[in-house]
Nanobody, 123 residues
Framework: QVQLVESGGGLVQAGGSLRLSCAAS????????VGWFRQAPGKEREFVAA????????YYADSVKGRFTISRDNAKNTVYLQMNSLKPEDTAVYYC????????????????WGQGTQVTVSS
């Protein structure tokens, strides 16, 4: 079992930055791939970024490539999402998810989810 808790969301102006954290419980977290997803009001949940269990492989949605960076510190059981050059269209609830297999862009592939953290980008 893995429990995930996101933090770091908030209100920021366009062009600003935020760093989201996904803190996990469970001694085997280091063996889990982790993904970040987001959901804006009235829209479906969409993939943002993912990282392999070792941190050696990462993958990004085209909409955030070059602006967002996913990383992890397995010693701290935490995955981060550094978000720079934020745009109003980045406004959403951001969720982290974990799975004990290879990372995926498909939300249904993940077994464990956090409760989400709100990110609001004003223009």
């Amino acid at each position: 079992q893995v429990q995930l808790v996101e933090s770091g969301g908030g209100l920021v102006q366009a062009g600003g930055s935020l760093r989201l954290s996904c803190a996990a419980s469970g001694r085997t977290f280091s063996s889990y791939a982790v993904g970040w997803f987001r959901q804006a009001p009235g829209k479906e949940r969409e993939f943002v970024a993912a990282i392999s269990w070792s941190g050696g492989s990462t993958y990004y949605a085209d909409s955030v490539k070059g602006r967002f960076t996913i990383s992890r510190d397995n010693a701290k059981n935490t995955v981060y999402l550094q978000m720079n050059s934020l745009k109003p269209e980045d406004t959403a609830v951001y969720y982290c998810a974990a799975d004990d297999s290879r990372y995926s862009v498909v939300a249904g592939s993940y077994d464990y989810w956090g409760q989400g953290t709100q990110v609001t980008v004003s223009s």
